[in-house]
Nanobody
Framework: QVQLVEAGGGLVPAGGSLRLSCAAS????????MGWFRQAPGKEREFVAA????????YYADSVKGRFTISRDNARNTVYLQMNSLKPEDTAVYYCAARQFWAALTTPAEYAYWGQGTQVTVSS
């Protein structure tokens, strides 16, 4: 069982930066693929980024490629999402999620564990 708690959301002007963190409990954190998703009001949950258990591979949605960076610190059981050059369309609740396999990364239903989410609001 993995429990996830996100932090770091807030209000930021367009062009600004935020770093989200997701703290995980459980002894097997380092064996999980970690992902970030987001959901804006009235929209479906959308894949943002994922990182392999070892941290040596990452995958991004086209909409955030070059602006967002996912990383993890297995010693701290934490995954991060550094968000730069934020745009108003990045406004959403951001969720971290965990799954066992490096496949079907963009599909929310493939992730077994979810955090409660943190709000990110980008003002224009």
């Amino acid at each position: 069982q993995v429990q996830l708690v996100e932090a770091g959301g807030g209000l930021v002007p367009a062009g600004g930066s935020l770093r989200l963190s997701c703290a995980a409990s459980g002894p097997t954190f380092s064996s999980y693929v970690m992902g970030w998703f987001r959901q804006a009001p009235g929209k479906e949950r959308e894949f943002v980024a994922a990182i392999r258990w070892s941290g040596d591979s990452a995958y991004y949605a086209d909409s955030v490629k070059g602006r967002f960076t996912i990383s993890r610190d297995n010693a701290r059981n934490t995954v991060y999402l550094q968000m730069n050059s934020l745009k108003p369309e990045d406004t959403a609740v951001y969720y971290c999620a965990a799954r066992q396999f490096w496949a079907a990364l963009t599909t929310p239903a493939e992730y077994a564990y979810w955090g409660q989410g943190t709000q990110v609001t980008v003002s224009s």
